[in-house]
């Protein structure tokens, strides 16, 4: 089965625990340390108290560390370096609290692969020069072999070789918005021009089996923190259902059966999706989908609760169907895209209120800032400077991060706002420029930080020549932002001789 093309404009490890109450800042209630400060600083098995509330701290290495007190708490993903004890929202406020840092042993940050484990110099340090840099002759790696990014110096390696592999015509990484990476980063997702999910071991580069149950749009999605486990659609979510794979022995069942509820709220109701580019909360217990009747016209969107297999709100779309949906990473938004009058708007879970991202549908993701927030990250190409700019769904307001229309050119790009460990940045990958010379932002992987403006390391050039869609990068960013997964014809011109490769780098290269 072949996947269909999706819409394209010129002119687009974390043990995940919802990320979305993650934050640091300034404490608004008072709090002073009263009777439970001693209790609170007593860690259970499993845990152990790094600093008492406003206290700094430093991890010797990336951790889950939690911030509350008794059987309340707020908990994060958080890099190797420094720390500062408060998290926002306050789980507990009025009382004293402590952070805590997990002893347990379970789904961490696979680090850098065997590969790139000895590759970086104890100096090393990401690129934020904005400097156009002609893309320097490299012959094709050979699989699973690290070799230097010539322009930026970072470690790249070939993770598939298609024709060795035995996949059909390409292995590719799928798309931005999707996680080509499991919960710690031992596990990643290929995908092939028949349809067919593979698996492949992230650290080795073998392939691991080819999926049963998945095909062609099955929207894919890892668990949070088990890193055996997958949720995914039906093709195109005809059915209207939800299933979860354990990839490793293959069992699969059904985690939402929607069909009975959707139909008799749309009566002729046949499939419930996000149209191939949405995502769950960044704990997968919120979910937004698109319903569609069998002429694939659009019906309306509904948002789920995992947990209480809850249908929260649904909302009439008129006929008027979104490019597509997706649930906000802290599951407090649904973020509904379309080209018509309703532009690109983020609605509450019951469609209660809705905050206006942006006139039309592009090229996007949503991430979280360092505070813990929703943010939107799109390219505006109406804007006099093409910018890329983001909107926080809280506040909805706007800042640009950087122009994309420089001295005359314009590109494409796509954004992966999924590295939910390391909030603060997202990754953008830009292709298919035109208009003149090669600029600093064309070709390449760029870590973008999501402040006014912000830092932007360049990671490396693709070497993707544009030939169609699925010549495209793609590129998607792991959980704690240490691996960058990306399609490439590897200059070959070939629309379809698409291998996947990978960079890495280490966990405390973004300051």
């Not at 840099?133 to 470690?155: D, M, Q, R």
């Not at 929607?258 to 999706?273: E, G, S």
Request: contains cysteine.
């Amino acid at each position: 089965m072949k996947r269909g093309l999706k819409h394209d404009m010129v002119v687009w490890s974390a043990a995940v625990v919802s990320l979305a109450l993650v934050g640091c800042g300034a404490e608004t209630e008072g709090s002073a340390p009263g009777p439970e400060a001693a209790e609170s600083a007593l860690a259970p098995a499993g845990w152990e108290t790094v600093a008492n509330q406003y206290g700094s701290f430093t991890l010797d290495k990336p951790s889950t560390v939690r911030f509350g007190v008794g059987d309340t708490w707020t908990t994060r993903e958080m890099p190797a370096g420094s720390g500062y004890c408060f998290f926002n929202p306050d789980p507990a406020p009025g009382r004293f609290k402590t952070c805590e840092r997990s002893t347990s042993v379970g789904p961490v940050s696979a680090g850098l692969s065997p590969a790139c484990a000895t590759f970086y110099p104890p100096d090393f340090a990401l690129s934020s020069v904005r400097k156009a840099i002609p893309v320097p002759a490299l012959a094709k790696p050979a699989k699973g072999v690290a070799v230097s990014e010539p322009a930026y110096k970072t470690c790249l390696v070939r993770a598939t070789n298609h024709v060795a592999d035995g996949t059909a015509t390409f292995a590719r990484n799928d798309y931005s918005r999707r996680q080509a990476f499991n919960a710690n980063t031992t596990k990643q997702l290929i995908y092939d021009l028949d349809g067919f999910w593979h698996v492949y071991d992230a650290n080795t580069r073998a392939r691991v089996k080819r999926l049963s149950g998945p095909a062609a749009d099955a929207e894919p999605q890892w668990h949070p923190t088990n890193p055996d486990l997958l949720y995914y659609l039906p093709t195109n979510g005809v059915g209207m259902r939800l299933y979860e794979l354990n990839v490793a022995t293959g069992a699969t069942r059904v985690v939402g059966d929607f069909a009975a509820r959707l139909k008799a709220r749309w009566p002729t109701a046949m499939a419930a999706w996000t149209r191939s580019e949405g995502s769950p909360s960044a704990d997968r217990r919120y979910w937004c989908f698109m319903v569609d009747d069998p002429n694939w016209g659009s019906l309306g969107v509904f948002t789920w609760d995992r947990d209480t297999d809850t249908i929260l709100g649904t909302y009439n779309t008129n006929g008027e169907r979104p490019d597509h949906v997706s649930m906000s990473p802290s599951g407090n938004s649904c973020v509904v895209s379309t080209d018509y009058a309703l532009g690109t708007v983020a609605f509450s879970r019951d469609f209660s209120k809705k905050v206006q991202l942006h006139a039309k549908s592009e090229h996007s993701d949503i991430a979280l800032d360092a505070n813990g927030d929703d943010i939107y990250v799109a390219v505006d190409y109406q804007s006099n400077a093409g910018d890329v700019f983001m909107v926080n769904l809280r506040t909805g307001v706007r800042t640009v991060l950087f122009p994309t229309y420089v001295a005359g050119t314009a590109t494409a790009l796509h954004v992966s706002g999924k590295a939910f460990g390391r909030p603060g940045w997202v990754l953008i990958s830009t292709y298919a420029d035109y208009g003149g010379a090669q600029q600093w932002l064309h070709r390449t992987l760029m870590a973008v930080q999501l402040k006014a403006n912000p830092t932007v390391y360049t990671l490396a050039h693709h070497r993707t020549a544009s030939n169609g869609y699925w010549t495209e990068p793609h590129a998607s960013v792991n959980l704690d932002f240490t691996r960058v997964a990306f399609g490439s014809n590897w200059g070959s011109g070939s629309a379809t001789d698409v291998d996947t490769y990978v960079v890495e780098i280490p966990a405390g290269a973004l300051k």
